[in-house]
Each structure stands twice: as structure tokens, then as C-alpha cells.
Nanobody
Framework: QVRLVESGGGLVQAGGSLRLSCAAS????????MGWYRQAPGKQREPVAH???????NYADSVKGRFTISRDNHDFTILLQMNSLKPEDTAVYSC??????????????WGQGTQVTVSS
């Protein structure tokens, strides 16, 4: 069982920056990878950024060059540094963790989500 708690969302003007944090607790030694999704009103949830235990990262094309995901394996926290924010980045951002679960492979756990609003 893994619990994820996000923080850092809020309201910012276009061009500004925010940093999201996601802290994992529980059986964190089994976490294989973590990342962020987002969902804007009326739109499907979409992946934003992903980071493996080894530090490999992937980003959605829409955020490449503006967002940076990082991971502290010591305390199982991931950060999403968001720069040059645009109004279209407005969404609820949710953290996830993929946890090794033996025979069933991996199981994904989710945080509660944090609102990011970018004003024009």
C-alpha cells in the first residue's frame, strides 16, 4: 500500500512558475516509477511527466522544455517544476506511483490531485 500526498498547486499568471510536490509513504521500497497526469475541464486526463527509479524521464510534447520532473529516492518525493506556464496548463494535476506487486505486475496508486490555474 502506498499513499501519495500532493502540494504546491495554486493560481499564477501566464509566464509564471509553480512547483508541485508529491510525497509517497507506505511500501515505498516497491515503487518502480512515479509521475504526473493532468485533467482540464471537459478534457481527457493526459500524461504530463514520468520518472523511473533510475532517473529516466519522459514528458508530454506540450510541456517539454518548460516542465522538469525530479525525484528524491531518499524520501520518495517527486517534484514537478513548471516554468513558462500557459493558460492551457490549467488543470487538476495528479501524482501517481507504479508499485511492484508480485505476480500481478505493477499497481498504480494515485494522489488526490492539486489544482493549477494559469490566468492570461
Amino acid at each position: 500500500q502506498v499513499r501519495l500526498v500532493e502540494s504546491g498547486g495554486g493560481l499564477v499568471q501566464a509566464g509564471g512558475s509553480l512547483r508541485l510536490s508529491c510525497a509517497a509513504s507506505g511500501t515505498t521500497s516497491l515503487i518502480a516509477s512515479m509521475g504526473w497526469y493532468r485533467q482540464a475541464p471537459g478534457k481527457q486526463r493526459e500524461p504530463v511527466a514520468h520518472i523511473t527509479s533510475g532517473g529516466s524521464t519522459n514528458y508530454a510534447d506540450s510541456v517539454k522544455g518548460r516542465f522538469t520532473i525530479s525525484r528524491d529516492n531518499h524520501d520518495f518525493t517527486i517534484l514537478l517544476q513548471m516554468n513558462s506556464l500557459k493558460p492551457e496548463d490549467t488543470a487538476v494535476y495528479s501524482c501517481y506511483a507504479d508499485v511492484n506487486s508480485g505476480r500481478i505486475g505493477t499497481r498504480r496508486y494515485w494522489g488526490q490531485g492539486t489544482q493549477v490555474t494559469v490566468s492570461s
